[in-house]
């Protein structure tokens, strides 16, 4: 790996040393957090299960968008979370779905960390039978996350 990541190496005194491939100042690429959500919502078919990796791709989103070190702005929270709201309803998800993403919503608009998260460990049970385990996961990091930075 360290190969790689170079142009060309040092033999001796006289010859060029290791050479990086990005400038020191150059940025780390960015990596999407919900991967796993996105993939299911991409292979599954059309109707219940793809919208239910949707919502819950969605309300993770909403989730993350909350949480510390740099929680959106509150104005911009309440944005999203209307918009999400009108989005959800519009969706064919199952009712035992529905209830958990409008208390998730509601708890990405306030402050209460605890709240928050409970809301979003319950949209987690209601979507375990149509989730797969990768896209789980990813749901119980971002609850994870959310204890470790309460700590």
């Known amino acids: 790996m360290a190969k790689a990541r170079r142009v060309a190496a040092s033999a001796g005194a006289s010859h060029i040393g290791p050479v990086p491939l990005l400038p020191p100042y150059a940025l780390d690429t960015p990596r999407f957090r919900f991967r796993a959500l ?3 919502a991409g292979r599954s078919p059309l109707g219940g299960e793809r919208e239910v ?3 819950t791709l969605l309300a993770a989103r909403l989730v993350v968008g909350a949480l510390p070190p740099q929680p959106l702005p ?3 929270r309440v944005t999203r979370a209307t918009g999400a709201r009108a989005w ?3 969706l ?3 009712p035992s779905l529905r209830q958990p993403l409008a208390r998730l919503v509601d708890a990405t608009t306030s402050l209460d960390r605890d709240g928050l998260e409970a809301a ?3 949209v987690i ?3 375990t039978p149509q989730l797969d385990p990768p896209a789980i996961a990813e749901l119980r990091d971002v609850v994870r996350a959310m204890n470790v930075q309460s700590s």
């Open 53 to 55: 990796a949707l919502a």
């Open 88 to 90: 959800f309803a519009a």
């Open 120 to 122: 979003l460990r319950a």
């Open 74 to 76: 509150q104005g911009v």
């Open 92 to 94: 064919a998800l199952p």
């Open 125 to 127: 049970d209601a979507g």
């Open 38 to 40: 996105a993939a299911l």
